[in-house]
């Protein structure tokens, strides 16, 4: 079993919709997780990070944390062409973070 | 801030050559991290220091070695290339470890 996984995808939505992406962990000392996004030929960039049972919203973007369940998910609201790329999860361990294989967004107009 | 830089941004290699990829952070941050980057398999960490005066193995160590030159710099070396080191390799750094990570631009190597 893989520590972090993610759908692959494509996950396709149309403009103006929801984006639900979703990630599951096995480690459960696990406190830190973090979302980020990566254009075609670039780099990550962070956008969020949670570290608490519940929802965290920042502007368009709302990260999700169910520990007991050990999911951890990213909601983009009003999904934009621009948001088109690849969504990776992270979850920390003591010294590192794990990364998942990422999520591809595609967002049509 | 240029946050995290890293040069050259693309080099081409014959097997058995040898470089040194350079990274440096202006975020006055204690973590540093390399990955690479293979389709299909995710990020994986080659090496990381967690502060200014150690580094630590990840889990793709083999045919790397690492040097935290100071609190801003952390080199990557490859001494004897192979084909299997073609890859997209980022340089990261965090305030603390793990902690959210900032990433650089990356290099692309190929290895003929």
């Known amino acids: 079993q893989k520590e972090v996984e993610q759908n692959s995808g494509p996950l396709s939505v149309p403009e103006g919709a929801i984006a639900s992406l979703n990630c599951t962990y096995s480690?459960?000392?696990?406190?830190?997780f973090f979302w980020y996004r990566q254009y075609s030929g670039k780099s990550p960039e962070l956008i969020m990070f949670?570290?608490?049972?519940g929802d965290k919203e920042d502007g368009r973007f709302t990260a999700q944390l169910n520990k007991a369940s050990q999911y951890v998910s990213l909601l983009i609201r009003d999904s934009q062409p621009s948001d088109s790329a690849t969504y990776l999860c992270?979850?920390?361990?003591?010294?590192?973070?794990?990364f998942g294989t990422g999520t591809r967004l595609q967002v049509f107009p | 801030n240029a946050g995290v830089t890293q040069t050259p941004k693309f080099q081409v290699l014959k097997t058995g050559q040898s470089m040194t990829l350079q990274c440096a952070q202006d975020?006055?941050?204690?973590?540093m991290y390399w990955y690479r980057q293979d389709p299909g398999m995710g990020l994986r960490l080659i090496y990381y220091?967690?502060?200014?005066?150690?580094?630590d193995k990840g889990e793709v160590p083999n045919g790397y070695n690492v040097s935290r030159l100071n609190k801003r710099e952390f080199s990557l070396r490859l001494e004897s290339a192979a084909p299997s080191q073609t890859s997209v390799y980022f340089c990261?750094?965090?305030?603390?470890?793990?902690?959210?990570?900032?990433f650089g631009p990356g290099t692309r190597l190929t290895v003929l």
């Open positions: 975020m006055n941050h204690n973590s």
């Open positions: 990261a750094s965090s305030e603390v470890t793990p902690g959210g990570q900032f």
């Open positions: 480690d459960r000392g696990s406190q830190s």
């Open positions: 949670i570290y608490s049972n």
């Open positions: 992270a979850v920390n361990t003591p010294d590192k973070l794990i």
């Open positions: 220091s967690a502060s200014e005066g150690t580094t």
